[in-house]
């Protein structure tokens, strides 16, 4: 047996416990072993029942004396009280339950139990009692010899159903047994030695099943030194294939562009604004970069509305300057059109030849490409197509990049030779996140908003005051200015929301006959959603209803009110994004949420919203509510999963790990001095990424 052999060879699990644990990730030892507690309890304490102070999270073990389930109250018959009386040689105490009657099947008298939960004063202030205690129960047959789950500090993991603490504990100290003796340790002893951390098999043993003088409060954080050791080996590995690819990368020749200042001087000359600093120094590391002769992979990252756009131009045009073909790719079809529109209106006076390309079998567009004669190419992922061939690719932008994975940006720098790379996105993460999500790229932050923009007004409001919705969208419109009223477009039920959005736009014609209300949505041809957005932007229509499709991107100054329906429905960066469409002029510009009542976290995120503009702030509160693993999506960024590490909790590990790992492949750039990491790095990464070519 060794660390890949089916979980099912472990005595215990047969098919069917097999088939439960596949469903918990876990199909060989190795993934049991990483199938991590989600939190510890300490029950080293079994306390007699006399002893247990009122107020405190207690473990009391004893035998069952009488199950009952009656109404709660007279008044409220339907709510069905389960009261379960236990006691040990000291006294008794009862355990309640609300409306979990079933578990009245669970406890047979004179059953050995041990209930770990919150002790009460009992009714009528008498005895102990326990709401809703976590419980176990000691069966005699299925004996527990190793006592794994009482008097020790205890694991608990997360379940699916058909399956036990119990019983997975059992399986996951099989495994231990089984698998332990397999490991070795991968990481130069050095590193290890030197960062204090535990030894590898100690700490994959202690993170399961905890010696007692370990503290609970650091294993539930997960910041216990076991915790850490396994954390460091996950980010470690992580950093290191970031390094390699990024080492790789430069170690490669690319394009040492000449620009003549041609183009971007005239494109600033005719610019009807000054740059910011911030622009001003991002474009000065695009082009020192653009200059070297390593090809450039640089993340661009900028709050909503901080001028990325013209950012990444002067780049492009620098690049068709050198005599090279400039590409920029959208997530979306309307923000490609958008670029192109923006791009187009500029190129006009700059004699370039600006192409579309979006969707899929356009020969004329491709010949276009190939010929070089289209000099900067606008696109969705339509431009990684394999019918897509570029005359002479220099330069590639990313816009919006949290939609692209890894994989993609390396398919379309794979249609140059070795061109540089700008990653331009908005949302905006710490960072040393970024370092993690990005790692291999270089990092530019516009940290500053153009001058005069004014933060937007933002309120939460219900659909009883629609009335003053009204009068503000009559407001600005009656002072020539533009709203946007977007719907949440609902994945399943795409038919709904597109019907919600054209109700919606049907019923503002009627209030407004005297205005232009045009609707927008992911259903109509991208000439349709052109031509609106064209009339949009040109003023010709003062009320744009759409779905999403409006999100990311889109550049109306003169819009100045927002009102987003169903604002329960968005998540926050969504949200910040839409709000981030309006505040782009002059005026003073709003946004209205319009909530329908949604759960809790809908009321923090609308309430977040409406207390302030800063995206960094946003994405942090974001991350308190969701959660790391939701906000990241690491399976959509194309890295690899993390079972041990907390991108946000271990972000002092993550520098570590970073500064560790790029100083080695520094040293040894294709790991062969260490082999055995070198083949836990590849094993780590398994086919998400190629990181050493094998030659
Ligand atoms: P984002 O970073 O969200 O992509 P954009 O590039 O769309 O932002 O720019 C937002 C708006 O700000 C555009 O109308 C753009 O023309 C304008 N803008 C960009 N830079 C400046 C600047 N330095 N001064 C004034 N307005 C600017
Ligand atoms: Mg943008």
């Known amino acids: 047996m060794d660390l890949l052999s089916p979980i099912q060879y472990i005595k215990g699990v047969g098919p069917r416990r097999a088939f439960l644990l596949q469903k918990l990730g876990i199909e060989t030892l190795k993934d049991a072993l990483f199938y991590l507690p989600v939190r510890y309890e300490d029950r080293k304490a079994i306390k007699k029942i006399i002893n247990l102070s009122f107020g405190e999270v207690q473990t009391v073990s004893g035998r069952v004396l009488k199950t009952e389930v009656h109404p709660a109250s007279p008044r409220r018959p339907r709510l069905k009280l389960l009261s379960v009386v236990i006691a040990d040689d000291s006294g008794s105490l009862t355990a309640k339950w609300f409306n979990q009657s079933y578990l009245a099947k669970i406890f047979k008298p004179s059953q050995n139990v041990i209930f770990y939960g919150p002790v009460k004063v009992g009714f009528r202030g008498n005895g102990f009692e326990m709401m809703n205690p976590e419980f176990e129960i000691i069966d005699d047959e299925d004996e527990d010899t190793d006592f794994l789950s009482t008097g020790r500090i205890v694991p608990v993991y997360g379940l699916t159903e058909g399956l036990s603490q119990r019983q997975l504990r059992t399986i996951i100290n099989s495994c231990l047994k089984n698998a332990l003796p397999h490991i070795s340790d991968p990481m130069p002893a050095e590193i290890i030695a030197r960062l204090g951390l535990p030894g590898l098999k100690e700490s994959i043993e202690a993170v399961h ?354 009102l987003i329906i169903h604002a329960e429905r968005f998540g926050l960066p969504q949200l910040h994004q839409l709000r981030g469409r309006v505040g782009r002029g002059a005026e003073r510009s709003y946004c209205v949420l319009m909530n329908y009542g949604g759960s809790i976290d809908a009321r923090k995120r609308l309430d977040i919203m409406a207390k302030t503009n800063d995206g960094f702030r946003i994405a942090e509160e974001d991350l308190n509510i969701r959660g790391p693993g939701e906000f990241f999506g690491t399976r959509q960024s194309g890295l690899p999963d993390l079972k041990a590490a907390n991108l946000l909790r271990d972000y002092k590990l993550i520098e570590t790990a970073r500064k560790e790992a790029f100083a080695l492949i520094d040293k040894d750039p294709s790991l062969s001095g260490h082999a055995k990491l070198r083949r836990a790095l590849e094993d780590f990464w398994g086919k998400k990424i190629e990181i050493f070519k094998t030659a």
């Not at 740059?275 to 991002?282: F, G, M, P, S």
């Not at 300057?321 to 997530?331: F, H, K, L, V």
């Open 209 to 562: 099943f905890p010696p007692p003088e370990m503290a609970l409060a650091d294993l539930n954080s997960g910041t216990s030194p076991v915790h850490q050791r396994l954390s460091f080996d996950e980010l470690f590995a992580l950093q290191l294939g970031l390094a390699a690819l990024k080492n790789r990368e430069t170690a490669q020749k690319g394009i040492s562009f000449g620009p003549t200042g041609k183009l971007t001087g005239q494109l600033l000359e005719r610019l009807p604004f000054k740059l910011t600093d911030a622009q001003k120094r991002v474009i000065e590391d695009i082009m020192k970069d653009m200059k070297a002769p390593a090809p450039m992979s640089r993340l661009i990252q900028g709050d909503v509305g901080s001028g990325k756009t013209i950012v990444a131009f002067v780049a492009m045009l620098a690049a068709v300057e050198s005599g090279y073909q400039a590409a920029i790719m959208a997530p979306t079809e309307i923000l490609a059109e958008q670029h192109y529109l923006n791009i187009q209106g500029m190129a006009d006076f700059l004699g370039l030849k600006i192409q579309l390309l979006t969707g899929s079998k356009k020969e004329k567009e491709y010949a276009a490409i190939a010929s070089g004669e289209a000099d900067i190419i606008v696109g969705t992922h339509a431009l990684i197509q394999e019918a897509v061939s570029f005359k002479k690719l220099g330069l590639i932008v990313i816009d919006e990049q949290h939609r692209f994975g890894v994989m993609q940006r390396a398919a379309l720098r794979k249609k140059g030779m070795n061109p540089d790379t700008i990653i331009m996105t908005a949302t905006p993460i710490p960072r040393t996140l970024a370092m993690t999500l990005y790692g291999d790229l270089d990092y530019s932050l516009i940290d500053e908003l153009p001058p005069n923009r004014k933060p937007v007004d933002t309120k939460v409001v219900r659909e009883s005051q629609k009335d003053s919705v009204y009068e503000m969208i009559s407001r600005e419109t009656s002072a020539g200015r533009q709203v946007y009223v977007v719907y949440p477009l609902i994945e399943e039920s795409e038919k709904i929301s597109l019907k919600d959005a054209i109700t919606g736009a049907e019923a503002l014609k009627k209030k407004f006959p005297e205005l232009k209300t045009g609707l927008i949505h992911g259903r109509l041809t991208s000439a349709a959603r052109e031509e609106i957005m064209r009339d949009f932007k040109r003023g010709e229509m003062n009320i744009l209803v759409s779905t999403t499709v409006i999100e990311v991107g889109v550049d109306v100054p003169n819009a100045t009110l927002m």
